[in-house]
Structure formats: structure tokens, C-alpha cells
């Protein structure tokens, strides 16, 4: 089973930006769609964006659109990246990374139990 590690959390100002990396073990990332999830405290986990195994399709929940880029490195560096613009309060969570359960899926829809391995996250705080 693939392992995912997240990195680039951390504490920014309203405002601010910040980048999260996640770089997946194993041969087979290229092929699956991956994904960045959030929870805040007492929130369920909610989806926040996701980008087709390719790179060909990305997609974002409306609370971010316009504000974060998910972008994917399939060739050397088995990385998805999430760049977070324009932060706010409200982005404060626990952000994960995930790996898609369905190989050379290119849909649009993607919810939690599609996703089948997942990192330990990562504490982005947004100071107002």
C-alpha cells in the first residue's frame, strides 16, 4: 500500500500563502487521481480539491476556488502540491492528502470513501 507523507503546513497570516507538499512511496502514483482533504476541529473531513491521475482535470470545492492550485509531478517525484492563496481564518484545519482507490479515473466526482490511503496530515492555522 502506498504511503503518503504531507509537509508545509504551518502558521501564516490572513491573507498569506502557503504551499503543502505530499510525496507518495510506490510505483503506482501516476496512475491514480489524488486529493487534499481538510478537517477542523469538531468539522467532518470535507473535500478540497483533486486532480485527475494525469494532471489533465483539477477540480476544487467552491470555498477555494480562485484562491488554491493543486498541481501534481508524476515524473520524478511522485508530489502532489497544494498552493493555498489568500488565505483565511476559516482555511484553519487539518489538511490530508489521498490517494484515489480507482486507477485512471477521470471524473469529476470525488468523495472520502473514494479514497483508499491516506496521509497522516498536516496543521495549517490562519491568524486573522
Known amino acids: 500500500q502506498v504511503q503518503l507523507a504531507e509537509s508545509g503546513g504551518g502558521l501564516v497570516q490572513a491573507g498569506g500563502s502557503l504551499r503543502l507538499s505530499c510525496t507518495a512511496s510506490?510505483?503506482?502514483?501516476?496512475?491514480?487521481?489524488m486529493g487534499w482533504f481538510r478537517q477542523a476541529p469538531g468539522q467532518e473531513r470535507e473535500f478540497v480539491s483533486a486532480i485527475t491521475w494525469n494532471g489533465g482535470g483539477t477540480y476544487y470545492a467552491d470555498f477555494v476556488k480562485g484562491r488554491f492550485t493543486i498541481s501534481r509531478n508524476n515524473a520524478n517525484k511522485n508530489t502532489v502540491y497544494l498552493q493555498m492563496n489568500s488565505l483565511k481564518s476559516e482555511d484553519t484545519a487539518v489538511y490530508y492528502c489521498?490517494?484515489?482507490?480507482?486507477?485512471?479515473?477521470?471524473?469529476?466526482?470525488?468523495?472520502?470513501?473514494?479514497?483508499?490511503?491516506w496521509g497522516q496530515g498536516t496543521q495549517v492555522t490562519v491568524s486573522s
Open positions: 489521498a490517494q484515489d482507490l480507482r486507477p485512471y479515473y477521470s471524473g469529476t466526482y470525488y468523495s472520502p470513501s473514494d479514497f483508499g490511503s
Open positions: 510506490g510505483h503506482t502514483f501516476s496512475i491514480y487521481a
